[in-house]
């Protein structure tokens, strides 16, 4: 069943992609009156209830210790679509990369829920081959971006096969092009030092892909973002990734992570023994200076209702599940957003 829905939404994708060309299409799009939208959001394990043979899903079925079953199912879709409507004030985001998503089918029902059918998102995704089943995949908005071209990118660190990197190259009503990267690199579960390697393996393999887009041209407009699973000072991407500071000189085909300076004044977007910045946003040059769209600072989406409050300690983002219990809350990690303008 979850071969067929993603041929069927694989099918869909390539006819509205390409659907009477690219010009005809521009003519149709919107200019976002208050600035082009981007962000970023970890779900934090949005899965069916539907046992998958080809993944490790059992903990997120009826039967698991801690049932899944319908009704949580549906909670969910419910919260993660709040939070969602609430990241833009002033409207939808019009990209949003996700991660920790199973399936075609569980981003189908999100977009069809009350609170996001308004926003008539369709849907860029590409199995993976990760065990756990965890994918990351792009929602867009057709009325303002038109996708040209998307790819999956996969690192391969020591033989070993990562997470693939989702690309997708796209045009807005200004006529400016867009190139967008939705990450999920390895996580540090079994020690920092442990898996570290993946995860500068997988910022290297990007920067060589970025470096090929700069050599056709050096002033694209790139946006990078996603959960890292590293902090913004980190070597990933500090050196392997090779991103700078946002008050570092800004030159052509350099790539300026906005999460580095508020990091540094202790913000965050996941909380484990204080605040990590897992979930960044990356931007080449040329969406700081030299062209006519600008970046703005990096804004964490943090609504008080979106949080748990413990008897010690400030405030965090408040899980679905943890520790074999079921809290009904949203995810672990905070959603990030940008505007261009």
Same mark, same amino acid.
């Given at each position: 069943?979850? $071969?067929? =829905?993603?041929?069927?939404?694989?099918?869909?994708?390539?006819?509205?992609?390409? %659907?009477?060309?690219?010009?005809?299409? *521009?003519?149709?799009?919107?200019?976002?009156?208050?600035?082009?939208?981007?962000?970023?959001?970890?779900?934090?394990?949005? %899965? !069916?209830?539907?046992?998958?043979?080809?993944? /490790?899903?059992?903990?997120?079925?009826?039967?698991?210790?801690?049932?899944?079953?319908?009704? $949580?199912?549906?909670?969910?879709?419910?919260? *993660?679509?709040?939070?969602?409507?609430?990241?833009?004030?002033?409207?939808?985001?019009?990209?949003?990369?996700?991660?920790?998503?199973? /399936? *075609?089918?569980?981003?189908?029902?999100?977009?069809?829920?009350?609170?996001?059918?308004?926003?008539?998102?369709?849907?860029?995704?590409?199995?993976?081959?990760?065990?756990?089943? =965890?994918?990351?995949?792009?929602?867009?908005?057709?009325?303002?971006?038109?996708?040209? %071209?998307?790819?999956?990118?996969?690192?391969?660190?020591?033989?070993?096969?990562?997470?693939?990197?989702?690309?997708?190259?796209?045009?807005?009503?200004?006529?400016?092009?867009?190139?967008?990267?939705?990450?999920?690199?390895?996580?540090? #579960?079994?020690?920092?030092?442990?898996?570290?390697?993946?995860?500068?393996?997988?910022?290297? #393999?990007?920067? +060589?892909?970025?470096?090929?887009?700069?050599? =056709? +041209?050096?002033?694209?407009?790139?946006?990078?973002?996603?959960?890292? +699973?590293? /902090?913004?000072?980190?070597?990933?991407?500090?050196? %392997?990734?090779?991103?700078?500071?946002?008050? !570092?000189?800004? $030159?052509?085909?350099?790539?300026? +992570?906005?999460?580095?300076?508020?990091?540094?004044?202790?913000?965050?977007?996941?909380?484990?023994?204080?605040?990590?910045?897992? !979930?960044?946003?990356?931007?080449?040059?040329?969406?700081?200076?030299?062209?006519?769209?600008?970046?703005?600072?990096?804004?964490?989406?943090?609504?008080?209702?979106?949080?748990?409050?413990?008897?010690?300690?400030?405030?965090?983002?408040?899980?679905?599940?943890?520790?074999?219990?079921?809290?009904?809350?949203?995810?672990?990690?905070?959603?990030?957003?940008? $505007?261009?303008?």
């Amino acid at each position: 069943m979850r $071969r067929f =829905i993603v041929g069927i939404y694989a099918i869909l994708l390539v006819g509205s992609v390409l %659907f009477s060309g690219c010009q005809k299409g *521009m003519q149709k799009l919107k200019k976002a009156e208050n600035g082009f939208t981007v962000g970023f959001y970890n779900l934090e394990n949005l %899965f !069916d209830t539907t046992n998958d043979p080809l993944i /490790n899903d059992e903990e997120f079925l009826p039967e698991a210790k801690v049932s899944w079953n319908s009704e $949580r199912y549906e909670q969910k879709l419910k919260n *993660m679509s709040r939070v969602i409507a609430a990241m833009d004030t002033l409207s939808f985001p019009h990209i949003l990369g996700l991660s920790e998503v199973e /399936n *075609m089918q569980v981003l189908y029902d999100l977009v069809q829920t009350a609170a996001l059918k308004k926003a008539a998102y369709a849907i860029i995704h590409v199995a993976d081959n990760d065990p756990r089943g =965890i994918e990351v995949a792009m929602l867009y908005r057709p009325e303002f971006f038109i996708p040209l %071209f998307q790819k999956t990118l996969q690192p391969v660190v020591e033989g070993k096969t990562n997470r693939h990197i989702l690309y997708v190259k796209g045009i807005m009503a200004t006529g400016d092009t867009l190139h967008v990267f939705a990450n999920h690199w390895t996580s540090r #579960f079994g020690g920092y030092e442990e898996t570290k390697a993946a995860r500068n393996g997988t910022a290297l #393999f990007l920067r +060589n892909s970025i470096d090929s887009l700069f050599k =056709i +041209n050096p002033s694209a407009q790139i946006i990078i973002g996603g959960d890292f +699973n590293d /902090n913004p000072e980190d070597a990933s991407m500090t050196e %392997f990734l090779n991103t700078k500071s946002t008050q !570092d000189e800004i $030159r052509p085909s350099m790539l300026y +992570n906005l999460a580095l300076e508020p990091h540094k004044k202790g913000e965050g977007t996941l909380y484990y023994k204080g605040w990590d910045f897992f !979930d960044q946003i990356i931007v080449s040059s040329a969406l700081l200076s030299g062209s006519r769209l600008k970046a703005s600072p990096i804004e964490i989406v943090k609504k008080e209702w979106m949080l748990f409050k413990p008897s010690q300690g400030e405030a965090r983002p408040n899980r679905t599940m943890s520790g074999g219990k079921y809290y009904g809350g949203f995810s672990d990690h905070l959603p990030v957003i940008i $505007r261009l303008k």
